[in-house]
């Protein structure tokens, strides 16, 4: 069995959940760490038991050792870092948004092509067991077809115009960093939508702090998704057919709870989901197998993925591409 040598550039909070979904997969190595800090880069290489760390990003993508690079760092970066580790013939597993336009998107697709190295963009959502299952029962027909898909994703943090999520310079705004969710549970389940509308407020520094957006799919079905930095909300999905629906529990982003409830029945009913860890497992686990198979995609979340949901925010976010 293979064991891959990972390597995360930042130490925020994202980078210690991923690096505690590593510790339980036999195939990963938690080998180094990277950040701006010295002294954090040994503090979360100490905390998480990773061998090496690095002040310095570009220390770490020049380490022969890596094999892959997970990147954690603020939006602004992702799209740079990605293009330097491809450079350097690393995998690369780079958090969502994986660009901030389709432009970059596609920019980072090509160079994974060329240099022949493993690209995706890490949802971590996309992979977790209840999304499977989801998915499964809505082809199976267990709802019939789809007619409304309803997603909401709300929380309220302290307002701070430096702040990454307020910051525009940093890629900051409610789309990005948690809209990002609702629009990827519309693609998953019902592929590229035909039309995108959207309302914006906006946040003092310009970016979107509330974003309500309706999307139709190409078989008809309308979608009503939300994310706001104004508001904490339930942050459920259900999603509506012809002879029942399906609903996503609270923070249906992560590792949560599935109902079903059929067309003439009183109660929803739970559908059994095993989890194991602590859900960004999956992600790392797919990466794995996908270099395993010398892969440069995943077939889960595709480069093209990637693509089609950056052109949907461009869209909400009424940006050219």
Known sequence: MKRYRWGIIGTGHIAGQFAEGLRILQKAQLYAVASRSEEKAAGFAKQYAFERSYGSYQELLNDPLVDIVYIATPNHLHSSLTLEALAAKKAVVCEKPLGLSPAEVQQMNQASESNHCFLMEAMWTAFLPSMRILRERIQQNEIGEPLLLKAEFGIHPPYDSQSRLFNPAMGGG?????GIYPLFLFHYLL??????????????????????????????????????????????????????????DRMFHMPTHLYRQLRGEQKETEVPIDYIGNGYNYEAEEAMRCLDEGKIESEIYSHAFSYELSNTISKVLKKKS
């Open 174 to 178: 409610s789309v990005y960093d948690i």
């Open 191 to 248: 592929g590229t939508p035909v039309s995108v509308s959207s309302e914006i407020s906006l946040a003092p520094t310009g970016v979107d702090m509330t974003a309500v957006m309706t999307l139709r799919s190409q078989s008809g079905c309308i979608a009503s998704l939300l994310s706001s930095f104004a508001c904490d909300l339930k942050s459920d999905a259900v999603i509506v057919g012809e002879k029942g629906s399906l609903r996503l």
